[in-house]
């Protein structure tokens, strides 16, 4: 089973700066088959980003995915009120699917 | 409009089971799968398994692989979800995605269904 570790745990910013969130994945992600998800409280996953880097239907570009192998980043270019939030990185070519914990971004 | 519709909170009892229902529209049904993914209150999400909506071929993760089943019928669009055995740690809520394997990732989502486990 691929384990993903997110880092950081939680990540405190101000309303207009940029959030850069980590996930180290325990093999090499071949296809790269790494999505992002933001969930805010009380509701369901939404999906941002799959591919890697290909952002959803949907999904600004202030949203963007990199990395390759086993380092991955989503960042976010500049934080508006609504992107605080938890982000979930997950794989999705290997079963299981598996999820990392979870990056808090909250107001500071 | 492409959605997922889940059923309603269930409560039950440990060794108990319990079937959550997962009715898509707006898409064609037989060219996507659905994956199911659990939240237990205060936690992560965890992904439980996935069945094609086109020929019912499915995904478990070995934790759930003695105690989930997933079916789907195709007249309706609709995916069901059980897990038998329930334990107190089971209490979570339980998402439905719709996902093409090695693809677009879970691009749709239920809004979820709370099951609680208590006696």
């Known amino acids: 089973e691929i384990l993903l570790t997110q880092s950081p745990g939680t990540l405190s910013l101000s309303p207009g700066e940029r959030a850069t969130l980590s996930c180290w994945s325990s093999q090499s992600l071949s296809g790269g088959y790494l999505a992002w998800y933001q969930q805010k409280p009380g509701q369901a996953p939404r999906l941002l980003i799959y591919?890697?880097?290909r952002r959803a239907t949907g999904i600004p570009d202030k949203f963007s995915g990199s990395g390759s192998g086993t380092d991955f980043t989503l960042t976010i270019s500049s934080l508006e009120p609504e992107d605080f939030a938890v982000y979930y990185c997950?794989?999705?070519?290997?079963?299981?699917?598996?999820f990392g914990q979870g990056t808090k971004v909250e107001i500071k | 409009q492409v959605q997922l519709v889940q059923s309603g909170v269930e409560v039950k009892k440990p060794g108990a089971s319990v079937k959550v229902s997962c009715k898509a529209s707006?898409?064609?049904?037989?060219?996507?799968?659905v994956s199911w993914v659990r939240q237990a209150p205060g936690q992560g999400l965890e992904w439980m398994g996935w069945?094609?909506?086109?020929?019912?071929?499915?995904k478990h993760a070995q934790k759930f692989q003695d105690r989930v089943t997933l079916t789907t019928d195709r007249s309706t669009g609709t995916t069901y979800m059980e897990l038998r055995g329930l334990r107190s740690d089971d209490t979570a809520v339980y998402y439905c995605?719709?996902?093409?394997?090695?693809?677009?990732?879970?691009?749709?989502w239920g809004r979820g269904t709370t099951v609680i486990v208590s006696s």
């Open positions: 069945i094609s909506g086109y020929n019912g071929d499915t």
């Open positions: 997950q794989q999705y070519g290997d079963s299981p699917q598996t």
């Open positions: 995605a719709r996902e093409v394997l090695l693809s677009s990732a879970m691009d749709v």
């Open positions: 591919g890697t880097s």
């Open positions: 707006g898409y064609t049904f037989t060219s996507y799968g």
